[in-house]
């Protein structure tokens, strides 16, 4: 239930690598020491390469950040679907999303990094809620199939945005305080927005 935008399906292999490459190392550099604070020159060459190779690929510093958040960044996003309850949905994003290894903190500390900057550029916030726009859409429309006509507590793409927000927020507390915001807490709190729908 969380998903990335694929990299544009013209590139040729070679190109395709380059990208990558530079993706890659862009992730790195930002996860150690945050996006304000990472040049194009530094990017580049940790991907071994040259600076040309990032304007080949992408138009400036922000079309690369863009390019991480939607290619390099697994989000937990409800996207409902039509072939499951909604409980058992939720269920398997609260498994996938709520790990608490060393790896899913960073994960979790580099999605704060790049939402803290969006928040500050708006020119990358707009692009990206291009993409959440999209996003809302299709978990509403697969909202609305799975449940009966007013059983909702709330219009479909009201419950798709208070569902991935109250997952967000849930996640941000669970990094700072594990031991109180578990498992059962985050898939309580979910199910209770699904509880009319299942139970009538």
Do not use: C, W
């Not at 604070?37 to 940790?46: K, Q, R």
């Not at 809302?136 to 507590?153: C, F, I």
């Not at 945005?161 to 849930?170: D, K, P, T």
Request: glycine share 4%; hydrophobic share 45%.
């Amino acid at each position: 239930m969380s998903n990335r935008k694929r990299p544009p399906q013209t590139l040729s292999p070679k190109r395709a690598r380059t990208r990558a490459r530079l993706l890659d190392a862009a992730v790195e550099l930002f996860q150690r020491h945050g996006i304000a604070a990472v040049s194009l020159d530094e990017i580049a060459s940790h991907a071994g390469l040259t600076k040309g190779a990032i304007y080949g690929n992408f138009k400036n510093k922000e079309d690369l950040i863009v390019a991480v958040a939607l290619e390099r960044v697994v989000r937990p996003r409800p996207i409902f679907t039509v072939d499951a309850p909604l409980r058992d949905q939720l269920s398997t994003l609260v498994k996938q999303a709520a790990a608490t290894t060393p790896e899913a903190v960073k994960q979790m500390r580099f999605l704060i990094e790049l939402d803290r900057y969006a928040l500050m550029h708006e020119t990358v916030r707009t692009r990206l809620r291009v993409f959440a726009e999209e996003r809302y859409r299709k978990s509403a429309e697969n909202v609305e199939a799975v449940a009966k006509k007013g059983e909702l507590p709330l219009p479909p793409l009201q419950f798709a945005i208070a569902v991935h927000a109250l997952m967000n927020g849930l996640l941000y507390q669970r990094a700072f305080f594990p031991d109180l915001v578990t498992d059962e807490v985050i898939l309580t709190a979910l199910e209770a927005l699904v509880n009319r729908i299942e139970s009538a």
